[in-house]
T-cell receptor
Framework: DAGVTQSPTHLIKTRGQQVTLRCSPK?????VSWYQQALGQGPQFIFQ???????QRGNFPDRFSGHQFPNYSSELNVNALLLGDSALYLC?????????????FGPGTRLLVL | SQQGEEDPQALSIQEGENATMNCSYK?????LQWYRQNSGRGLVHLIL?????REKHSGRLRVTLDTSKKSSSLLITASRAADTASYFC??????????FGTGTRLQVFP
């Protein structure tokens, strides 16, 4: 049973560029959440997708957008990259009918913006 | 913004000793969870305690929750070098999203 997978593992971009990160949820899970973790900090909630719709959003600008596909996989897009967007981006999946209590995290994508 | 704080920020102990870390949070919750993170990689779920529970055990882990003080503690007994990691508490703030604390970095020396 595959857990949550994310790609790519590492990414280096330049300021102003755009990036797309990908996530495949744990088998049987229908909800995907994205988090940003700056160095030395705890993860911060970006948004959550269920049934291909954004259900909740954290305090992140519109440069951060996402998508969920019919197979429940998800993408995180960040436009007009800033140096401060450098972070570990974590995807977590859960099952809505279980109350989404436990979220299972992927290994993350480390983004460096130069 | 972070929901709360973990204390201490960093902890160094010898193998075999117990490690205790504390978490405080700000808002009402349905449950509180503890996660472990090795070397800036993905988070591993350790244990979940519901707001109507006061104590929970899982192997060498013991978690307590005091909703009146909005605080929780994680005790790792008989620590091992493999327990070296960052530990985070996360609350749901009665929503579907997790709000993490700032983490405790635990170093266990052989």
């Amino acid at each position: 049973d595959a857990g949550v997978t994310q790609s790519p593992t590492h990414l280096i971009k330049t300021r102003g560029q755009q990036v797309t990160l990908r996530c495949s949820p744990k088998s049987g899970h229908d909800t995907v959440s994205w988090y940003q973790q700056a160095l030395g900090q705890g993860p911060q909630f970006i948004f959550q997708y269920y049934e291909e719709e954004e259900r909740q959003r954290g305090n992140f600008p519109d440069r951060f957008s996402g998508h969920q596909f019919p197979n429940y996989s998800s993408e995180l897009n960040v436009n007009a990259l800033l140096l401060g967007d450098s972070a570990l981006y974590l995807c977590a999946s859960s099952l809505v009918t279980s109350g989404q209590e436990t979220q299972y995290f992927g290994p993350g994508t480390r983004l460096l913006v130069l | 913004s972070q929901q709360g704080e973990e204390d201490p920020q960093a902890l160094s102990i010898q193998e075999g000793e117990n490690a205790t870390m504390n978490c405080s949070y700000k808002t009402s919750i349905n449950n509180l969870q503890w996660y472990r993170q090795n070397s800036g990689r993905g988070l591993v779920h350790l244990i979940l305690i519901r707001s109507n529970e006061r104590e929970k055990h899982s192997g060498r882990l013991r978690v307590t929750l005091d909703t009146s003080k909005k605080s929780s503690s994680l005790l790792i007994t008989a620590s091992r070098a493999a327990d070296t990691a960052s530990y985070f508490c996360a609350t749901d703030a009665r929503t579907d999203k997790l709000i993490f604390g700032t983490g405790t970095r635990l170093q266990v020396f052989p």
